[in-house]
Structures are given as structure tokens and as C-alpha cells.
């Protein structure tokens, strides 16, 4: 059972801009920790996108931005791209359950 | 470049115990920080995180299924090992072994993944 909330689905033309949301608790991302972010490209393994909140490894195109306040963390896609659609996933480590925790995923659909 | 490969049976009979071995190569598990996981997705559904072995062999596993999960390291052959026992249809997944960076902090990001090995529990 994920313990981070996020939205089952967005969509967006091409160019857009679209968020996805990340809801945890006082344990996890309330608590300070760390909110990083995933993307899943069909049939495909997960692969870093936004590490510490806000970071982009190398090679991550620079319209993907992540930020983080109080308990919740968003992912935000700037001039939305076919090859966008994915899967995207949340993640963070939570103190009560002494783990890591993953969001429930949402689906970037590019209309 | 950092890589990871899962191995394993792509069948296991309910009951059972699921053993899957995590090869990689590009870094050491001795290195201080550093740590190999697994993470399991069933199909259609979200993430879940299963385990953490440390350079240090400190060990760390989901509450829920502690109970049912053992990992261990072999730091010269470069592979981490999971067990699950009495699997059930449910643990139907496609487990995948990740790469923790050396880090001080708890809350770390998974870099790279391993493509992943589907296992199904079925009779």
C-alpha cells in the first residue's frame, strides 16, 4: 500500500504544461525528508528524474522540474512531448515505518 | 557506467520460497555509503520497496513483509540475493534490483535500475 498520494492521471496538448502532485505526512515528507521522483516509460524500468527534490541528473531535459513544501512535493513538465508519456512515480523515506515509500503513481497521457 | 541484472525463476508454486540474485557491476558494495535494494512492481500497479543491504551488511526491510524477506551480499562476486518465502499468488511482481549512492542521508534515491525479472506465483 503506497503511503504518498499522488493523482492516477494528467494529460496535456503537446506544449503544455502539466503537474503532478505528491501528498504525504508529517513521518515522511513533512518531516524533511528528501522527495525524489521517477519516470516509466511503457514496459520499461523505472529511471531517475528528479533526485533531492528539485535536482536533475545528468542527461534530464531541463522542461522536468521538481519542488517540495510542507508535506506534499509536485512535479512539473514544461512544453509537454509525446515521448513524455509515462508513468511517474514519488518517492521518500518515512520515519514511522523506518523505509522507503513510493507514491501511487500517475499516468502523463499526451492528448 | 553502474549496471544491475536480476535473475530468478519465473515461476515459483505457492508456498514456496522465491530466491532472486541482483549482479552488478560498476561499483562495489564495500564502497562506504553504498547499498544494492530491491523493489517490486505487480503488474499495472505502483512500486513497493522490499529491502536494503549496506556496504556495512546493515540490513533494512518493509515492515510488512519482514517476516518473509532475508538479503544477503556477496561482495566478491558482486550479486545480492532476496528470499521471500511462502509466496502467494499476490507476490506476483516484477522485482527489480537497484543501486543505492553512497550517501549519508536515510533518504536516498534509487540510481540506476535493473531491467527487472517477472515472477509469478501460481499452481
Known amino acids: 500500500q503506497s503511503v504518498l498520494t499522488q493523482p492516477p492521471s494528467v494529460s496535456g496538448a503537446p506544449g503544455q504544461r502539466v503537474t503532478i502532485s505528491c501528498t504525504g505526512s508529517?513521518?515522511?515528507?513533512?518531516?524533511?525528508?528528501?522527495v525524489h521522483w521517477y519516470q516509466q516509460l511503457p514496459r520499461t524500468a523505472p529511471k531517475l528524474l528528479i533526485s533531492?527534490?528539485?535536482n536533475r541528473p545528468s542527461g534530464v531535459p531541463d522542461r522536468f522540474s521538481g519542488s517540495k513544501s510542507g508535506t506534499s512535493a509536485s512535479l512539473a513538465i514544461t512544453g509537454l512531448q509525446a515521448e513524455d508519456e509515462a508513468d511517474y512515480y514519488c518517492?521518500?523515506?518515512?520515519?514511522?515505518?523506518?523505509?522507503?515509500?513510493f507514491g501511487t503513481g500517475t499516468k502523463v497521457t499526451v492528448l | 557506467q553502474i549496471t544491475l541484472k536480476e535473475s530468478g525463476p519465473t515461476l515459483v508454486k505457492p508456498t514456496q520460497t522465491l530466491t532472486v540474485t541482483c549482479t552488478f557491476s560498476?561499483?562495489?558494495?564495500?564502497?562506504?555509503?553504498?547499498?544494492v535494494g530491491w523493489i517490486r512492481q505487480p503488474p499495472g500497479k505502483a512500486l513497493e520497496w522490499l529491502a536494503l543491504?549496506?556496504?556495512?551488511?546493515?540490513?533494512r526491510y518493509s515492515p510488512s513483509l519482514k517476516s518473509r524477506l532475508t538479503i544477503t551480499k556477496d561482495t566478491s562476486k558482486n550479486q545480492v540475493v532476496l528470499t521471500m518465502t511462502n509466496m502467494d499468488p499476490v507476490d506476483t511482481a516484477t522485482y527489480y534490483c537497484?543501486?543505492?549512492?553512497?550517501?549519508?542521508?536515510?533518504?536516498?534515491?534509487?540510481?540506476?535500475w535493473g531491467q527487472g525479472t517477472l515472477v509469478t506465483v501460481s499452481s
Open positions: 537497484v543501486h543505492r549512492p553512497a550517501m549519508a542521508a536515510a533518504d536516498n534515491w534509487f540510481d540506476p
Open positions: 560498476g561499483f562495489s558494495l564495500s564502497t562506504s555509503g553504498v547499498g
Open positions: 508529517s513521518s515522511n515528507i513533512g518531516a524533511g525528508y528528501d
Open positions: 543491504i549496506y556496504w556495512d551488511d546493515d540490513k
Open positions: 518517492q521518500s523515506y518515512d520515519s514511522s515505518l523506518s523505509g522507503y515509500v
Open positions: 533531492g527534490n528539485s
